[in-house]
């Protein structure tokens, strides 16, 4: 397993009042992410919020599949339209609660489940599992870039880490991050991750050279 160190390039506040922040996902520009009853547009170019839309059950992960938005909400998934935050469909989450993060890929989400210590592939249409991993670790934020299944860690008295896995699930990277919390993650083309951490805070952070 390659070991590596994690630095943070920028941090960020993006509304004022900090609050709890939980999945992160990436909608070309805008960095979407979800708070305890909302889900918010954040556009790093301009380092402001952009767009708000009230989603009162959403606690845990967020994916983008190019055109909707996935929503992890206290045991189901919701399928919304990035405009206006309309619900288009919902399904069943795989955890029944204890799902963490997500992310969408090929027609499928990858779904944390945290204290389960898995991650499910669903697909994205059914809500049907086909396939779980295991970790020996607390499962945060999922993320999949070009290709590679990357999920985020905590545990206590422990480094946070953003683990790249193998197809059988074997970690082939732990990368350290030095935050005391990382929750929601979303990779970028260029080697990045946005990683939803404490008080509201969100940080991108890259591999250290």
Known sequence: MMQSEAEVVRE???VADGGRMHGVTIDHALVWFARDGELVAFDPARDEVVRRLPVGAADAGTAFDGEHLYQLAKGTILVLDPRD????????????????????????LWIGQGRGAR??????????????LTSDRFVTGVSVIDGALWHGTMKDGEPCELRR???DGTVEEAM???VPRVAGIEGTRDGGFWCAGENGRLRLVRRKR
Do not use: F, N, Q
């Open 12 to 14: 960020v506040v993006p």
């Open 85 to 108: 935050g309309r619900v288009v469909r919902t399904m069943p989450a795989p955890g029944k609660g204890d799902d963490t993060g997500m992310a969408w890929a090929d027609g499928h």
């Open 119 to 132: 991650i499910h592939k669903v697909d994205a249409k059914t809500g049907e599992v086909v396939r779980t």
């Open 165 to 167: 896995l193998g197809e």
């Open 176 to 178: 350290r991050v030095p």
